[in-house]
């Protein structure tokens, strides 16, 4: 988990932070997460990024090079709309993508962006994961793992210090109730409108938190999350099987 404070409106400051970072952890981690919106910070200001195509190759890049799948969203532009877009490249060229679904009105994110329709899980070193974006987390049915799809959530964000509380409870929540370990990484920081404090979190099937990053400065952090472990407690205690059905509308 890369727990930056990202530099506003600024996507070669912010890729060559990520890129140095990426460089000094070659070999040693599967998974390099990083904040929502990484290269500009949450703005509203679509002409800030760079062009996402681009973004994307070098994103892959990186992958191949620093041996390790990374995990983020930027601003996308497609047939004229504009999408909050997830990513998740592997180190095999693979690239999946997620448009954040629950758009934050309160800073106007709706007006600006278009609402994603399909929510996506990939599989990657036989874990199976649910990729979302910060706003999504207040939303449980959105996330609802349905027997047992998926074996790893992750939500990247720039959740800002007034809510910050509900960000770590809703992570142990969305654990707790999918069954499932869950990711959740925050940027720090300051932005024109908001002040980020991180609290970035990897937490158990249980509930239980494994890594807390806190309310830091700029800081990374590695965890490991067996699989045996996830399965044993699905075996034990399967309450997805009492789960409720339903469909989206």
């Known amino acids: 988990m890369l727990q930056l404070d990202t530099v506003w409106e600024n996507p070669a400051a912010n890729e060559f932070l990520v890129k140095t970072i990426a460089s000094q952890l070659t070999g040693k981690t599967d998974i390099i997460v990083l904040p929502e919106m990484f290269t500009t910070g949450f703005t509203m200001n679509v002409s800030a990024a760079e062009n996402a195509a681009l973004l994307v190759d070098k994103i892959k890049q990186w992958s191949v090079e ?18 909050n877009r997830a990513f998740f490249a592997t180190p095999k060229g693979e690239v999946f993508f997620y448009d954040k679904r629950h758009l934050f009105r309160m800073a106007g994110e709706e007006r600006v962006f278009t609402a994603g329709e399909e929510r996506i899980v990939f599989s990657y070193l036989n874990w199976n994961i649910c990729l979302q974006v910060c706003y999504d987390l207040r939303f449980p049915v959105w996330s609802r793992n349905r027997k047992n799809e998926y074996d790893l959530l992750i939500y990247v964000a720039n959740w800002p210090i007034p809510r910050i509380e509900a960000w770590k409870t809703l992570l142990q929540a969305r654990a707790i109730e999918n069954m499932c370990f869950v990711c959740g990484v925050n940027r720090i920081g300051q932005s ?35 699989k ?22």
Request: some cysteine.
């Open 66 to 83: 620093f041996e390790s799948a990374f995990a983020g969203s930027f601003i996308a532009a497609e047939n004229g709309l504009y999408y």
């Open 192 to 226: 024109p409108a908001a002040s980020f404090c991180g609290s970035s979190m990897i937490i158990s099937p249980k509930g239980e938190i494994m890594t807390d990053m806190k309310q830091e400065s700029f800081s990374k952090s590695a965890s490991t999350i067996e």
């Open 228 to 249: 045996s472990v996830l399965e044993r407690l699905r075996k034990k205690f399967p309450v997805w099987q009492d789960a409720d059905s339903f469909n989206l509308l």
